[in-house]
C-alpha cells in the first residue's frame, strides 16, 4: 500500500492529486500511505542490535507482507538464533480508527500466543528500538493532527517536513510519543528519515532509511537504523532477497500459521 518502472512510476505521479497550493502535512502523509509498494512482498532481514558499549547481538527474520485494499496483513517470523527461532508476530492493519490493528505474538518457549492491546502499541518489539506500532509501514493516519513545516535539502534529496502530534493524552500514552518528524522524499513519497519525542517532549530516537533503490519497479529500503539516543542503543536492520506481487495465499496470514512457523508456511 505504500509501507516502479519508469511507466508506472510516470503514470502514479500522473494519477497523484494534484495541488494548486503548498498540499497540508495530511497530503503528503496520504501519499506515504497510498504510494505503490506492490500487492505483496516476501523478504529477508538481518538485525543488529548494539548497545551503548558496541556489544552486538544479531538475528535473522524473514518477513510476508499482503495488501487488501487499504488494509494490509503481515508476519515475520525469527529464523535464528536458536533462542529466538520461531517467535513469530502477526499484524493486521486495519485502515482508519473505526476498527483496532490486530497484533499477536507467538513465543515458542512459552508454546503461547499473545495478544498485543492497543495500549501497549508502544511497547518495544523483542529488545528493539522499534514499537509494535513503529514495525507497522505508516502510523494511522487519524491518530495525530499533521503539519507540513516546510521543505528542506537532506543529502541530496528535496523533502517536505511534516511533524505529527496525537490528538490527545490517551493516544500519547498509548503510542509511547509527544511528536514525530517526518522527512519524506517528493519524487517518491517515502520518508528517509523520522525523529520521535517521548510522552514528555524529550528528544527520544531517530530512524533513518538508506540505500533506497527500485526493485520490480517498486522503491525500497535496503537498510533502516533507529538510534535510540536516551539510552545509546541501536537497531540496524538490513532487507534483503526482496520478491514481490508473488501471489501470497491468504491462509499465510493467519494465527494457525504463526503458531506453525516459516518452514511450515509453503513459502521455502
Known amino acids: 500500500m505504500h509501507k516502479i518502472s519508469l511507466l508506472i512510476f510516470s503514470t502514479m505521479l500522473l494519477a497523484a492529486p494534484v495541488y ?3 498540499p497540508t502535512g495530511l497530503d503528503i502523509m496520504r501519499l506515504v500511505d497510498t504510494r505503490d509498494d506492490g500487492d505483496d512482498l516476501i523478504q529477508k532481514m538481518k538485525q543488529r542490535l548494539i548497545d551503548r558499549r558496541g556489544d552486538v547481538r544479531e538475528r535473522e527474520m524473514i518477513s510476508l507482507r499482503k495488501d487488501y485494499g487499504r488494509d494490509s496483513r503481515s508476519i515475520t517470523y525469527f529464523l535464528a538464533p536458536s533462542n529466538v527461532r520461531d517467535t ?3 499484524t493486521w492493519d486495519y485502515d482508519g480508527v473505526e476498527k483496532d490493528d490486530d497484533q499477536w505474538l507467538y513465543l515458542p518457549a512459552l508454546k503461547k500466543v499473545r495478544r498485543i492491546s492497543s495500549s501497549d502499541r508502544g511497547d518495544y518489539f523483542m529488545g528493539t528500538d522499534f514499537t509494535f506500532e513503529d514495525i507497522k509501514q505508516t502510523p494511522e493516519l487519524e491518530d ?3 503539519v507540513l513545516t516546510g521543505s528542506e535539502m ?4 528535496e523533502v517536505w517536513v511534516v511533524e505529527g502530534e496525537p490528538k490527545n493524552d490517551d493516544l500519547k500514552k498509548n503510542l509511547g510519543y509527544a511528536k514525530t518528524r517526518y522527512y519524506i522524499r517528493k519524487d517518491n513519497h517515502m520518508y528517509i528519515r523520522v525523529d520521535f519525542w517521548d510522552r514528555k517532549g524529550q528528544e527520544l530516537k531517530h530512524l533513518v532509511s538508506e540505500e533506497i533503490r527500485q526493485i520490480d519497479g517498486v522503491w525500497t529500503a535496503m537498510k533502516g537504523t533507529m538510534t535510540n539516543v536516551q539510552s545509546g542503543h541501536r537497531t540496524e536492520l538490513t532487507f534483503s ?3 514481490y506481487n508473488s501471489g501470497l495465499s491468504d491462509r499465510e496470514f493467519s494465527e494457525r500459521m504463526l503458531k506453525r512457523g516459516y518452514r511450515d508456511s ?3
Do not use: T
Open 20 to 22: 494548486s497550493a503548498e
Open 88 to 90: 513469530a508476530l502477526l
Open 144 to 146: 495525530y493532527n499533521w
Open 154 to 157: 537532506l543529502g541530496d534529496q
Open 241 to 243: 532477497e526482496h520478491r
Open 266 to 268: 509453503g513459502q521455502n
